[in-house]
């Protein structure tokens, strides 16, 4: 079974903090995602990544960064957190071309006060 | 920029009855589209996918793809409480999905 986990489902964080939030997927996938998701904006891509060590900018890039040293595993990181970052973080992972259904985890509720 | 529109709603039908969600893309270079389904306070998971021109059936859900006219729709049909939900339309871009904003469906029993 198809299976897209993330760290923590709900984080409650300080502004200027350096915030981790982690993904792993036991799908043995290729591509994996970052998106978030507010109200009436839908979901928006912030990074991919492609291959391990490889990453793309998504649409939101800005102040976010995001690492992948393991295939299965994609970590999304905000340097120093700000209010504006309150969201639904989203992580998704698909196969190569031909198999490029995004499986989501549960998703992070992360918090800026 | 590449866009997929969909109509925010909410979509309200009776219990029994077709409901009908609707979606448009901008990029012609699309070639295959997806629905997932996203209660509330979850994440969005895949209902069905669809590559070619013309209809696919999965159960109670039928989607609908129109490349010429760049429209994608899903059907269901038997429409349940269960199914009330928010419904994201999404269309493949190279390694990426686009997605819309979601449509909100509200089945009343």
């Known amino acids: 079974d198809v299976k897209v986990t993330q760290s923590s489902r709900y984080l409650v964080k300080r502004t200027g903090e350096k915030v981790f939030l982690e993904c792993v997927q036991d799908?043995?996938?290729?591509?994996m995602f970052w998106y978030r998701q507010d109200p009436g904006l839908g979901l928006r891509l912030i990074y991919f990544?492609?291959?391990?060590?490889?990453?793309e900018k998504g649409d939101i890039p800005e102040g976010y960064s995001v690492s992948r040293e393991k295939k299965e595993r994609f970590s999304l990181i905000l340097e120093s957190a700000s209010t504006n970052q309150t969201s639904m973080y989203l992580c998704?992972?698909?196969?190569?071309?031909?198999?490029?259904?995004?499986?989501f985890g549960p998703g992070t509720r992360l918090l800026v006060l | 920029q590449k866009e997929v529109e969909q109509n925010s709603g909410p979509l309200s039908v009776p219990e029994g009855a077709i409901a009908s969600l609707n979606c448009t893309y901008s990029?012609?270079?699309?070639?295959?589209f997806f629905w997932y389904r996203q209660y509330s306070g979850k994440s969005p998971e895949l209902i069905m996918f669809?590559?070619?021109?013309g209809d696919k059936e999965d159960g109670r859900f039928t989607a609908q793809l129109n490349k010429a006219s760049q429209y994608v729709s899903l059907l269901i049909r038997d429409s349940q409480p269960s199914d009330s939900a928010t419904y994201l339309c999404?269309?493949?871009?190279?390694?990426?999905?686009?997605f819309g904003a979601g449509t909100i469906l509200r089945v009343k029993s």
């Open positions: 998704a992972s698909s196969g190569v071309q031909g198999q490029e259904t995004q499986y």
């Open positions: 799908m043995d996938h290729e591509n």
């Open positions: 990544s492609y291959d391990v060590k490889m990453k």
């Open positions: 990029d012609r270079g699309s070639q295959s």
């Open positions: 669809i590559y070619s021109n």
């Open positions: 999404a269309g493949r871009h190279g390694n990426k999905l686009v």
